[in-house]
């Protein structure tokens, strides 16, 4: 027997049992595993076992109360001539009441191999040379990929680790003129994807792999893939949408801000980041060795207070002022033992008089703290709570500003955030919202430490514990991009971009922008938008009233040329048009923040003129050719 085939709610499965692949068929559309794609695992040595090794693979029908599909068993693997123990099987099955097709790995055995991945189900053959044709990714907010895109888009950051900004929503798709589908990844902290797109395409290729979870596989691994007829992206968005609506994960601003009122205080809010001190150790990345009087800078407490005084004189009423470099070795240093705040800028008296102007001004004032990066030179560094891997090695790196360092292990962080912020609360700082960096940006680790061993979703589980124990201090947590395994927990972030604003203005582009993040959760997040004007080129502030955001009222880089810090090419403002330009936006965040982006469109070929469509009957329409806008209200 070769063809199996499964039906189901007008979805019909079918399975090659010798070419192991499959094939869906659903509105009218057919959908297969391209024929270049074998199912394997990658070992940690760089050597595959194809799926089709295993001397013994049986084939079963698989029928339940719940739908019907295969059932597959693959065992008698062998490795240097020797056999072991290796042994899984597949179940590929349409669920009855959805026609969802759901595609399971289970791990049976998985001793004799050291596995570094599954790269199970195939991706979808998807071949045709046409901008009709296109992917879509969750790339940072979103883009699509159409087949015919001109440039390649490589490796993605963190290798495409899912929970990280590679991914910040664990799902991708495709769309053709007839159909497209959605593929959900359910167990999002153990799996990453690739993307296979050519310079010009003609193809793009995406998949998933599963990651061990501690050395195992361990446990089932699901995809669910969900077939449409004629749609676009903002089709799949509103079926992730309701699928984090069924699972709990959706929590809306009026859900938060019924727990904590502070939301609405920040809504409409000017977004402020500002820094203290900055100390870049001889060993960091970011030393200038010509120029070294250029690796110390410090702005006293007093002079920022003296700043956010003139903010109110000039009539802004909503502020939130982000604070680095406050504790006493500067940003990015010496973490997470940061405090005392910064006895040169004034220490703790400092700190809390820039505070009590804060409140006395009616802003709201937060704080940037770290608690993955783990430094060498941290006066309470243990080598024993950093992430440990399995042979007791821990990684060390010498990138940013406080130079050697390693990871701390995440079950170690929740300790450390109460006891730092304890002290500052201790000392009257009056906060109302704070920072944790890098939580929702980077991708989670795991420990092998026999002290604190911890998986990856465990890592999530602490990173969420630290958001939780701020609103347990009425303080609303931040972090610096956004992912929706925090989407419970938190309530803003530094930003939420498009991949291509944290890259050169002139680099290529990987794909179009499109908000794929807002039209599922723009109701659950507030996500402050950057304001540069490059010169000849886009205004960013379009996109802020696109995506009915934050603004960006003034914004200084931690690093040059990084995160979207290129400052010597954006265009110079004075404070009054700066100030201008972020009522504009605040005025339209104010009425629609708490608003489903039911819709997004493109109103032309050149992808330059756009629009989004609010519930509340709000639309903004941009054009990138002039750089114009325009905002109507349904009243």
Known sequence: MSIRIAESAGVQLKFDDKNLSFSVSAHGTEWKWADSYRPVIVLNDGRSIFFSDAQSIEHYAWKTGLGTGFRSRFSGFSCDGKDVPLAFETVSWIEDVSGDVYFEFIPLNDEGFDIKAVYWPGYMEFEENSSDWYSVLNIMQGLILPNSWETEVGKLTFDGQMCSCAAYMPWFGQVKPDGGFIAICREPWDAAYQVDHPAGGPYTHVSVRWLPSLGKMDYRRTMRYSFLGKCSYNELCKIYRSYVKETGLFTSLAEKAAKNPLVDKLIGSA???????????????????????????????????????HYREKGVEKLYLHLDGWGDPGYDNKHPDYLPACKEAGGW???????????????????????????????????????????????EMSRWAGGHQTYLCASQAPYYVKRNFEQVLNHGIHLEASYLDVFTCNEPDECNHPWHRMTRKQCLEYRSACFEYLQSKNILPSSEEVSDWAMKSLVF???????????????????????????????????????????????????????????????????????GAFDSVAAEMHLDEEIERYRIVAALQEKVAKCEMVKHEFLNNDWKQQRTTFSDGTSVTVDFNNNSYEINTAE
Request: hydrophobic share 35%; with cysteine; glycine share 8%.
């Open 349 to 395: 008296e400092g700190l809390k008089k820039l505070s009590d102007t804060m409140e006395e001004c009616g802003y709201m004032f937060g704080l940037h703290d770290q608690y993955r990066d783990y430094y060498f030179d941290a006066p309470t560094f243990d080598r024993n709570f950093a992430c440990t891997a399995a042979d007791g090695s821990v990684f």
């Open 271 to 309: 977004i402020v980041h500002k820094g203290i001190k900055t100390h870049v150790a001889k060993d960091s990345y970011f030393y200038d060795e010509e120029h070294p009087e250029k690796n110390d800078h410090l702005v006293s407490f007093d002079t920022r207070v003296k700043e956010i005084k």
């Open 493 to 563: 972030s530094h930003y939420g971009p498009y991949e291509f604003m944290l890259q050169a203005p002139d680099s290529p582009r990987k794909g179009i922008g499109v908000p794929l993040f807002n039209l599922v959760y723009h109701d659950c997040m507030i996500l402050p938008w950057l304001m540069d004007k490059i010169p000849g080129k886009e205004d960013y502030m379009l996109y802020a009233l696109l995506n009915g955001g934050a603004a960006y009222m003034d914004k200084d880089g931690a690093y040059p040329d990084t995160d």
